[in-house]
């Protein structure tokens, strides 16, 4: 079954340290996103990709890098994390076409810098 | 640009009671409309989406929501609520001005009480 995956989807690291929070789809979306979200907060779009070597950054100025060097992979980095980048990250992929306009969600990588 | 509002921050119902999460959108022509639910430490999963023709949608786990275009709403409902509906619901909107990214409202957070 086509999906969308994030690893690891706990997290707890010290301040300072670099991270690589991961996210892959098998559905060969062109399209794709990570959110933001903090407890009981809307979701953010802090980043997000239309192709390989495609990326913009979102609504939400985020601190974090993003790359995409394949369809299927577009991870997110945090050179120095700190206590202020402790959130809930989700990555989404979409599609559109005539007949279709659909977003699919990662399970997402809850992270905490301590 | 548009914008999405979901007036209750939180709401409690009784097992086998009726449920309605309100959501308000702000934006210039009919957008493409979407219900998610997010159970706690998971990812989003979509419930139904409104894009044009029947106002009236159908969606999965009995879910069903209203567009109603006179009072920019987009109004979810269930006529018996089960306690594996305890979650967070978010309202979301779509646009072709901005490039079909989606925009999330704040969250209503479900209490099912037996």
């Known amino acids: 079954e086509a999906d969308i995956y994030q690893t690891p989807r706990y997290l707890v690291i010290g301040t300072g340290k670099k991270i690589t929070l991961e996210c892959s789809q098998t559905m060969g979306h062109d399209k794709m996103y990570w959110y933001q979200q903090d407890p009981g907060m809307e979701l953010h779009l802090i980043h997000y990709?239309?192709?390989?070597?495609?990326?913009e950054k979102g609504d939400l100025s985020s601190e974090s890098t993003v790359s995409r060097i394949r369809t299927e992979h577009f991870p997110l980095t945090l050179e120095s994390a700190r206590p202020s980048h402790t959130s809930q990250y989700l990555c989404?992929?979409?599609?559109?076409?005539?007949?279709?306009?659909?977003?699919?969600f990662g399970s997402g990588t809850r992270l905490t810098v301590v | 640009a548009q914008s999405v509002t979901q007036p209750d921050i939180h709401i409690t119902v009784s097992e086998g009671a009726s449920l309605e999460l309100r959501c308000n959108y702000s934006?210039?022509?009919?957008?493409?409309l979407f219900w998610y639910v997010q159970s706690p430490g998971q990812g989003l999963q979509l419930l139904l989406k409104?894009?044009?023709?029947?106002?009236l949608v159908q969606g999965i786990k009995g879910f069903e929501a209203e567009f109603k275009r006179s009072q920019s709403s987009f109004n979810l409902r269930k006529p018996s609520v089960h306690w594996s509906d305890a979650a967070e619901y978010f309202c979301a909107v779509g646009a072709p001005v901005n490039d079909y990214k989606l925009s999330f409202g704040a969250g209503t957070t479900v209490t099912v009480r037996a």
């Open positions: 934006y210039g022509a009919t957008p493409y």
């Open positions: 989404a992929s979409s599609e559109f076409n005539r007949d279709y306009y659909g977003y699919t």
């Open positions: 409104y894009f044009s023709g029947d106002t």
């Open positions: 990709s239309y192709g390989v070597n495609s990326t």
